[in-house]
């Protein structure tokens, strides 16, 4: 399990986040919502160990985050960053760069490696872009190798920032469904997510943060019931019963 307990993060001389307090449980999805520049990537980072905490700590299984050498902590966590360098390689050799916590110097991949990217490849439908230059790739087509890459690292905890992005809507919902099996697996998973519609439908635990600071954590229906996603967002948030379950809508307030 992966905890923060009284976690201030950010940059030199912009502290963007103040005392949250949350965890990324085996078995379920927790969504990660608010506006633009509420901290939701920072925590992400943080949470990773990409950033170092200002205050607070990171408890990896209850051991502080920093017990962990690097090569420990990226076997058990992986992130899909929110944005990355785009290098001149095929889709396949940027999917091997998952398996770099598993190699020893010199880095030489074996058959076991390539069997997890095929994996990867065929979990994040992009089986079909493998021999491809990834500069030649669309947006929503390296979005799905970026998400095959940290698939390929087979952790226990995988952290995604928009991990939706660039995907048109039936790809979006291939994302949440693999989300979905990968808790049901065992695995933890944290999103950062804009579409609140999805968000409420696929996580189990929905954290809401605003100006820098946790406003509200729990389950999709009592967050919905408690009004404040509409107010943090802006908008209007409503729902109608639908198969298998509620779904969401959006709409921008009344006026008057």
Not at 42 to 53: C, E, M, S, V
Not at 109 to 133: F, K, M, Q, S, T
Not at 195 to 209: G, K, N
Not at 238 to 249: L, Q, S, T, V
Request: hydrophobic share 45%; net charge neutral.
């Amino acid at each position: 399990m992966l905890e923060v307990n009284g976690l201030s993060a950010g940059y030199p001389g912009r502290r963007v986040l103040e005392g949250v307090t949350l965890a990324v449980r085996p078995g379920r999805v927790l969504a990660l919502l608010g506006p633009n520049g509420c901290g939701k990537s920072t925590l992400l980072r943080t949470a990773a160990g990409l950033l170092p905490a200002l205050e607070g700590e990171v408890l990896l299984d209850g051991k502080p985050l920093g017990d962990y050498s690097p090569r420990q902590a990226a076997r058990r966590i992986a992130v899909l960053p929110q944005s990355r360098a785009v290098p001149r390689i095929t889709a396949r050799r940027m999917v091997l760069h998952g398996r770099f916590p598993y190699l020893s110097y010199p880095r030489r991949y074996g058959r076991e490696d390539e069997e997890a990217v095929d994996r990867a490849l065929a979990a994040a439908d992009a089986l079909d872009l493998a021999d491809r230059p990834v500069p030649e790739l669309s947006g929503g087509q390296r979005q799905k190798v970026y998400l095959a890459m940290a698939l390929a690292q087979e952790t226990e905890t995988i952290l995604m920032d928009e991990p939706t992005a660039y995907l048109d809507v039936r790809h979006q919902l291939e994302v949440l469904a693999l989300t979905r099996r990968l808790a049901a697996e065992g695995r933890a998973a944290a999103l950062v997510l804009h579409d609140l519609c999805l968000a409420l439908t696929a996580a189990d635990d929905v954290a809401v943060l605003g100006g820098g600071r946790l406003l509200a954590l729990g389950g999709p229906e009592e967050i919905f019931q408690s009004g404040i996603l509409a107010r943090v967002m802006g908008v209007r948030l409503e729902r109608a019963p639908g198969p298998g379950g509620w779904r969401y809508f959006c709409a921008l307030p009344e006026e008057g």
